[in-house]
Every structure is written in C-alpha cells, then in structure tokens.
Nanobody
C-alpha cells in the first residue's frame, strides 16, 4: 500500500513551465510503474506519462516532446517537468502507482494554463 501526494500545480501562461511532484508515503524503489494522468472538466482521465523502475518511459501523444517524467528511486518522489504549456493542458493532474496489481491515486493538483 502507498499514499501519494501531488504538488506543484498552479496558474501559468501559455508557453510557460511547471514541475509537478508526487511524494509517496514509502520508498518507490520497488514500485514497478508510476505515472501521471490528467482529467479536464467533462473529459475522461487520460495518460500523461508513465515510468518503470528501470526508467523506461511512455508518454501520451499530446505531451510528447514537451513533458518529461522522472523518478527518484532512492527517495519517494516522481516528477513531471512540463514545458511549452498550452491551454489544452489545463486539467487536474493525478499521480498513480501500480502496486501488486492495484492502482493507487493521489488527490490531484490543478494546472491551469491561461493568459
């Protein structure tokens, strides 16, 4: 079992950057898959990025080349660096951890991209 707490969201202008953090309640060294998902109002939750314990990454098509996921295996944190933000990136961003075939989610952090 693991608890996840996201932080780093906020209001940013188009073209700006944000770095999201996901702090886990225990070491993430043994968690094979962690990731970020997002949900905009009226839309389904969608994949942003995932990362395995050995650093293999996967990105949603809409964020490829702009976002980068990383993890601190020695610690408790997964990061999402977001560059070149667009208004359509506005959403509630959730951290996810897959542990023993179960999915754990944080409460989310709001990202709003607007001028």
């Amino acid at each position: 079992q693991v608890q996840l707490v996201e932080s780093g969201g906020g209001l940013v202008q188009p073209g700006g950057s944000l770095r999201l953090s996901c702090a886990a309640s225990r070491s993430i060294f043994s968690i094979s898959h962690m990731g970020w998902y997002r949900q905009a109002p009226g839309k389904q939750r969608e994949l942003v990025a995932t990362i395995t314990s050995v650093g293999r990454t996967n990105y949603g098509d809409s964020v490829k080349g702009r976002f980068a996921i990383s993890r601190d295996n020695a610690g408790h944190t997964v990061y999402l660096q977001m560059n070149g933000l667009k208004p359509e990136d506005t959403a509630l961003y959730y951290c996810n951890a897959a542990v023993n075939s179960m999915d754990y989610w944080g409460q989310g952090t709001q990202v709003t991209v607007s001028s």
